[in-house]
């Protein structure tokens, strides 16, 4: 016959099972401290709640995620943390994730923004935002161009119900640090006007964390080197 577990039994073979996790939770938080320091956020796309209290436990405090269905349906199962929203957002979902998201990093376009900033402002709150760069100006992204990100961002921030916190960008896989590099040159830019009063440089993922911190990242976005491999879609 099959013993029920006692709690502590169960906490041991969750943390048996999901050891690698603090391991790798304590590499990355090295490398990011050896390559300067950044804001560390756990990107949770596809992984089981299960997984992600764990991880929280570890003392993580931030998660990212970039499905709205798949953020709903996990989200009651979820220890409390804060969330971005980080994957490509239509405008007809901004309606989903206000008051439920912390921050969106991934605002794309000046439509995007103007809803989020009428639903917040019905909701009676300030949405934080980041404008997502296609810093590579690559087809297969979204994002605002190098070249209008100025104007975007003068643009946006005349609008109330949200604020501009800084920049974010997924960069071509094949010259990150010369990507990375033209992303911290436009925050730079960008810094003395007085319509960017900001002060987040979203860049760098699992395989590219290390390189973005030293080209001046503050938050890195960080899921398969934590969690492993995601499934293939
Ligand atoms: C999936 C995702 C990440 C994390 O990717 P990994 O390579 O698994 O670390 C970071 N940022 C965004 C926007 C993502 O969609």
Redo the contacts with the bound molecule.
């Keep these: 016959m099959e013993l029920p577990k006692t709690a502590a039994e169960v906490i041991y073979t969750l943390n048996d099972e999901f050891a690698y996790i603090k391991e790798n939770y304590l590499r990355i938080r090295e490398n990011i401290e050896r390559a300067g320091g950044a804001r560390f956020m756990a990107?949770t796309?596809t992984v089981p709640p299960e997984k992600v209290n764990y991880s929280l436990s570890l003392g993580i405090d931030l998660i990212?995620e970039?499905r709205v269905q798949e953020y709903l349906s996990k989200e009651k199962d979820y220890s409390p943390v804060k969330m971005h929203f980080?994957?490509h957002l239509q405008t007809n979902k901004v309606k989903y994730i206000i008051g439920r998201a912390e921050m969106i990093q991934?605002v794309d376009s000046i439509p995007l923004a103007r809803e989020i900033a009428r639903l917040s402002g019905k909701a009676g709150i300030v949405t934080d935002i980041l404008l997502e760069v296609n810093i590579g100006a690559e087809e297969s992204k979204s994002g605002f161009s190098p070249e209008e990100t100025d104007s975007a961002a003068a643009e946006i921030s005349e609008m109330s119900g949200l604020k501009v916190r800084g920049l974010m960008t997924?960069p071509p896989p094949e010259r990150p640090s010369y990507y990375f590099g033209q992303m911290k040159k436009l925050f730079d830019d960008l810094s003395p006007k007085p319509y960017f009063d900001a002060d987040i440089l979203s860049m760098g993922?699992?395989?590219d964390y290390e390189t973005a911190i030293k080209c001046g990242s503050n938050l890195v976005?960080?899921?398969?080197?934590l969690y492993g491999a995601?499934p293939k879609k």
């Design positions: 990107v796309k990212g970039n980080i994957g991934s997924i993922m699992s395989a976005r960080i899921g398969s080197a995601r």
